[in-house]
C-alpha cells in the first residue's frame, strides 16, 4: 500500500496539476478527443467486442498494478507477450474492425460521427412487431413448420445479413409463414429482423459449440443458440419435428414456451427489461 501511495503522489499530482497557460488549440484538441472517445464507445457498445474490451481493461488494471509494486519478473513476461497479445486481439476484433473500416468508406465520416443514437423509439420493434411474429411462430408451431427467426437488437448481424438474400419488407405474419412454407425457394436458413422490418432470409448462422446442449438437438437450434451466444439477438425456433417454440438469448435455449410467454420476453426487451419476471420453462 505504501508503494501505491507513494506513486500516486508523485505521478498523479503532477497530471492533475493545471497546466500554466490554456491555448485555443488545446480546447479543440480536448474535444476531438472526447468526441472521438465517445464514439468509439459507442461503436464498442454496439459489437461483441463490448465484452472483450471489458476483459482487457481487467488485463490492464493488473498490469499498472504490477509497475505500481516494481514486480519485475510478471514485469518481464509482460513485455515480452506484448507483442503477441497485440496481434491477438487484432485477430479476435477483425470482424468489427472490417465493419468499420466498411462503413467508413460507404458513408458520409461527419453524419457518422456527430450523429447519436440515443432515441431508444428507433430501436427494436413496436407492438405490431410483436404481434406479427408471435402470430406466425405459433401458427407454424400448429403446422409442424421449421423456422429460425432472428430478431437483431443493439448489435447489428450485417455479417450474417450478407450471407442470405435482401428481403427488406413490413413485417406480417402471413409473410413469415410463406417464407418458412415447406419447398419454397426461402424457406431454408434464418430469417432477421432488424426494428420493424424483415431484411434478409436463408441466413446462414454459426452453430454452437457448448456441449452441454442437449444432442437431440438439430442443427436449427444449434444455430439459435451460436448467434446468440456472439451478439444480444434473440432467436426464436419452431421444431419442425415436435411443433414445440424456443428462443434463444445470451447463449442459453429457453424450450417449450406458450405463446404469453414469448410475448412477455418481445414486450420486456422492447422496454429494455433484460430479466424476464415470469419463470422459465425447461432450459436445455
Excluded at 18 to 44: C, E, G, H, N, T
Excluded at 73 to 83: D, E, F, K, P, R
Excluded at 112 to 124: G, P
Excluded at 137 to 161: C, P
Aim: proline share 3%; aromatic share 8%; hydrophobic share 45%.
Amino acid at each position: 500500500m505504501e508503494a501505491i501511495w507513494n506513486w500516486l503522489q508523485v505521478n498523479l499530482l503532477s497530471w492533475l496539476a493545471p497546466p500554466k497557460s490554456i491555448q485555443v488549440i488545446d480546447i479543440i484538441q480536448i474535444a476531438l478527443l472526447a468526441i472521438f472517445v465517445y464514439r468509439m464507445i459507442l461503436w464498442l457498445k454496439n459489437t461483441r467486442a463490448y465484452a472483450l474490451l471489458k476483459g482487457i481493461l481487467v488485463i490492464l488494471v493488473f498490469v499498472f498494478i504490477v509497475n505500481i509494486l516494481h514486480m519485475e519478473i510478471i514485469s518481464w513476461l509482460i513485455q515480452n507477450v506484448t507483442g503477441i497479445a497485440i496481434t491477438a486481439i487484432i485477430i479476435i476484433f477483425q470482424p468489427e474492425l472490417r465493419r468499420v473500416l466498411e462503413q467508413m468508406g460507404h458513408s458520409n465520416p461527419l453524419t457518422n460521427w456527430f450523429s447519436s443514437k440515443s432515441d431508444r423509439e428507433n430501436l427494436y420493434f413496436n407492438d405490431k412487431t410483436i404481434n406479427e411474429i408471435t402470430r406466425a411462430t405459433f401458427n407454424m408451431a400448429e403446422s409442424k413448420t421449421g423456422a429460425l427467426i432472428v430478431v437483431e437488437l443493439d448489435v447489428q448481424l450485417k455479417e450474417f445479413e450478407e450471407t442470405g438474400i435482401p428481403v427488406d419488407a413490413q413485417i406480417t405474419s402471413q409473410l413469415i409463414e410463406n417464407i418458412f412454407e415447406h419447398n419454397t425457394p426461402l424457406h431454408d436458413g434464418a430469417l432477421i429482423i432488424r426494428k420493424d422490418r424483415i431484411v434478409a432470409a436463408t441466413c446462414y448462422l454459426p452453430l454452437s459449440e457448448n456441449t452441454a446442449l442437449s444432442k437431440n438437438l438439430g442443427t436449427r437450434h444449434r444455430a439459435g443458440v451460436g448467434v446468440s451466444e456472439i451478439s444480444d439477438c434473440i432467436t426464436i425456433i419452431v421444431s419442425e419435428e415436435t411443433g414445440k417454440v424456443s428462443y434463444a438469448r445470451e447463449g442459453r435455449l429457453y424450450t417449450g414456451v406458450n405463446l404469453s410467454d414469448l410475448r412477455e420476453t418481445l414486450h420486456q426487451i422492447q422496454s429494455a427489461v433484460k430479466t424476464p419476471k415470469f419463470v422459465r420453462k425447461e432450459v436445455s
